[in-house]
């Protein structure tokens, strides 16, 4: 009986175990402790994949794509980045997909301005969608001592 005992205090141990290591990795990130000087924004950025959603075809060359998207941005938008990155994923067949796919980040902006810009990329790219995160960020225009 002491036997059965033991094995069900070590089965509960290791259930409160995995219970607790879940509510640890699944709790909101903690940002950093504000004073009343720092200011937070969002920070969106926008992931933009070049091949068109009928074709499947790229929209150009890399400096094709990147000037377009810089010709767009440059209309909604008084400062920008853009960088290249590389996107994957899996076919309904099971089969791995890829694109030349270009990430926009932006600050000092709103939503419908993002909004707009993103209208108009998915217009000139055909993309079905442009994916947009917006995250909460500490933005610092550092100029030196």
Same mark, same amino acid.
């Given at each position: 009986?002491?036997?059965?005992?033991?094995?069900?205090?070590?089965?509960?141990?290791?259930?409160?175990?995995?219970?607790?290591?879940?509510?640890?990795?699944?709790?909101? /990130?903690?940002?950093?402790?504000?004073?009343?000087?720092?200011?937070?924004?969002?920070?969106?950025?926008?992931?933009?994949?070049?091949?068109?959603?009928?074709?499947?075809?790229?929209?150009?060359?890399?400096?094709?794509?990147?000037?377009?998207?810089?010709?767009?941005?440059?209309?909604?938008?008084?400062?920008?980045?853009?960088?290249?990155?590389?996107?994957?994923?899996?076919?309904?067949?099971?089969?791995?997909?890829?694109?030349?796919?270009?990430?926009?980040?932006?600050?000092?902006?709103?939503?419908?301005?993002?909004?707009? /810009? /993103?209208?108009?990329?998915?217009?000139?790219?055909?993309?079905?969608?442009?994916?947009?995160?917006?995250?909460?960020?500490?933005?610092?225009?550092?100029?030196?001592?």
């Amino acid at each position: 009986m002491d036997k059965k005992l033991g094995i069900v205090a070590l089965i509960i141990s290791i259930i409160a175990l995995g219970i607790s290591v879940f509510a640890i990795a699944k709790r909101p /990130a903690q940002l950093p402790e504000s004073s009343e000087e720092e200011t937070y924004d969002i920070q969106y950025v926008m992931y933009l994949g070049t091949n068109d959603k009928d074709t499947n075809e790229p929209y150009g060359t890399p400096e094709e794509a990147k000037a377009t998207v810089d010709k767009v941005l440059t209309k909604y938008f008084e400062g920008f980045t853009i960088q290249e990155a590389n996107g994957g994923w899996l076919n309904d067949d099971g089969s791995v997909a890829h694109e030349y796919t270009l990430v926009i980040l932006l600050s000092d902006t709103t939503p419908e301005k993002v909004h707009s /810009a /993103a209208d108009k990329l998915i217009q000139e790219f055909n993309q079905s969608s442009v994916l947009i995160q917006a995250n909460r960020t500490k933005t610092e225009f550092y100029s030196g001592n």
